[in-house]
């Protein structure tokens, strides 16, 4: 009969466990200094070796040519416990026998000697299970055991094991394998079992897995049945419905040029594939996290559970973002998931919480804003977006031209009117307007000011230089703005003048808009 790979290659001694060295190292010293325990927690994330390491522990205490840190694997007793049959190694399933009554039969089985081993071992899988009064059933037991019994309490939820039970064991921490050790685990497999897996696929597999063990392997084995002798990473990724970075680039490529339409097209992929849209949100975090990690700690770190191509590749793509940017993305992408957990429209918030995302990106710091802050500038002059970044262009293309001829107000006009914003093409009709190399700047009369939007002129300049340039509008002419006025509670208040004639409050007023209500002199507080 066929045996998954999970338990085919199931370690049997204490060597072959994958990572956990400090578990194996104070184990193996306790038996060679007969420092036995009579009670163990072994807890930790699913699939990190805990009953494997008490079945271990067991076959080392039991062996004929024991106590000994490396079992010989051929007496009857390590043949039995491996294929967990031992009269004296008992197994319980915590999850199914929980009870008071379940706790009292195993308390009047401690009290016999073990009928053929050294030792009369309790495995306690799911411990965390056990009810409270279960618990104080066998607290007395556990504390003094006779001298034959060893408990080893196994549990996934350290934290809810009684304090009075755990302050009796010696507790073990198991901690999730690193992703490199997975990997490393996982192409000896392939080896013995004669599957030929690149470096691609074992990733993959490694991610799926999540630090545990039998979850990568369990995986190994469904890659094994769909792919035949040879994996490969496109197959694996179909097979477990894992997303490419490739296909998540898209993503980053659509905020890079400011594109929302782009955006809403990957949706409509999505939803037209049949892809879970609430897992494509959970890998999106897990690939901004991924990204962000890469932007501070360089394409080298162990931070990020991918091969080194994918490191590389997250660090290059990362490089054309902040670390705020990036932060903002993941927090947002967060917030998505979060939201496609209850939601009755997942396509409309994958859609709204995508565009968020592109607009996010337009944002600028408020110091920024604030530093942009310099007198004698116009309220319309100051950006609080960033611009949007040139179209990309391969090299085949000639570079594209910049307006330098006296006939530019007149093209963009016609290209205004050609994208049908008629009423902004007017109004750059009436305007004088200003050339400089990365830069235009409008004088508009004040009835066509509302037509003047940037963001529509910045269509047209993109059509005509090939690149966006900063618009700078100015309504009625040059002059600076006219300051505004003290609110009418403190035209008399000297104090009140001066702080509303105070450039920058005036500065802040223009950009931010809003009304003085209190004035308060910090000197005299």
Not at 113 to 120: F, V
Request: hydrophobic share 40%.
């Amino acid at each position: 009969m066929y045996q998954v790979i999970a338990r085919k290659y199931r370690p049997q001694c204490f060597d072959e466990v994958v990572n956990q060295q400090h578990v194996k190292t104070t184990l193996q010293n306790a038996i060679l200094q007969q420092r036995i325990a009579h009670g163990y927690i072994f807890s930790g994330q699913r699939g990190t070796g805990k009953t494997t390491v008490a079945r271990i522990l067991a076959r080392s205490l039991n062996c004929v040519e024991g106590p000994t840190n490396n079992p010989c694997g051929r007496c009857s007793s390590c043949t039995e416990i491996s294929a967990s049959g031992s009269v004296d190694v008992i197994e319980i399933d915590a999850a199914s026998n929980r009870g008071i009554n379940e706790m009292r039969e195993l308390r009047e089985n401690v009290r016999y000697r073990p009928a053929r081993d050294r030792h009369k071992v309790f495995i306690i899988d799911e411990a965390h299970q056990i009810t409270n009064e279960a618990f104080n059933a066998l607290l007395k037991t556990l504390e003094e055991p006779p001298e034959w019994v060893v408990f080893m309490l196994c549990t996934t939820e350290a934290h809810k094991i009684p304090a009075t039970i755990a302050s009796r064991c010696q507790h073990f921490a198991f901690r999730s394998v690193e992703f490199q050790e997975l990997v490393a685990r996982m192409e000896w497999i392939c080896q013995q079992e004669g599957i030929q897996a690149d470096s691609e696929a074992l990733a993959v597999l490694a991610q799926a897995g999540e630090g545990s063990v039998r979850d990568s392997l369990s995986a190994l084995d469904q890659a094994i049945a769909c792919c035949g002798s040879t994996l490969n990473a496109a197959e694996v990724r179909a097979l477990l419905g894992a997303f490419s970075l490739e296909t998540l680039h898209r993503v980053t490529g659509a905020l890079s040029a400011s594109d929302s339409g782009a955006m809403l097209a990957i949706v409509a992929e999505l939803e037209g594939s049949g892809q879970n849209l609430q897992h494509f949100s959970r890998e999106l975090a897990r690939y901004f996290r991924n990204l962000l990690v890469a932007r501070i700690a360089g394409s080298d770190t162990r931070l990020i559970a991918a091969s080194p191509h994918e490191r590389a590749r997250l660090a290059e793509i990362a490089a054309s973002f902040s670390e705020q940017d990036l932060t903002r993305y993941l927090q947002l992408s967060l917030d998505l998931f979060k939201d496609l957990q209850y939601s009755l429209h997942p396509r409309f918030h994958l859609e709204l919480g995508l565009i968020k995302m592109v607009e996010a990106g337009r944002l600028i710091a408020i110091e920024e804003a604030l530093a942009n802050l310099q007198p004698g500038a116009s309220a319309s002059e100051k950006p609080l977006v960033k611009p949007a970044p040139p179209p990309l262009r391969t090299a085949a293309q000639p570079p594209p031209p910049t307006p330098s001829s006296g006939d530019f107000k007149g093209r963009l006009e016609r290209a205004l009117v050609e994208l049908g914003m008629q009423f902004t093409a007017d109004a750059v009709g009436h305007s004088s307007l200003t050339e400089s190399p990365s830069e235009l700047r409008f004088v508009v009369p004040k009835e066509f000011s509302l037509a003047m939007k940037p963001d529509d002129i910045n269509k047209a300049v993109r059509q005509l230089a090939g690149k966006p340039m900063k618009i700078t509008v100015t309504v009625g002419g040059s002059a600076p703005p006219s300051k505004p006025a003290p609110d009418p509670a403190a035209v008399d208040d000297e104090l009140s003048r001066r702080a509303l004639e105070n450039p920058e409050v005036q500065k802040f007023r223009e950009v931010f808009g809003g009304q003085v209500r209190t004035i308060r002199n910090l000197k005299e507080s």
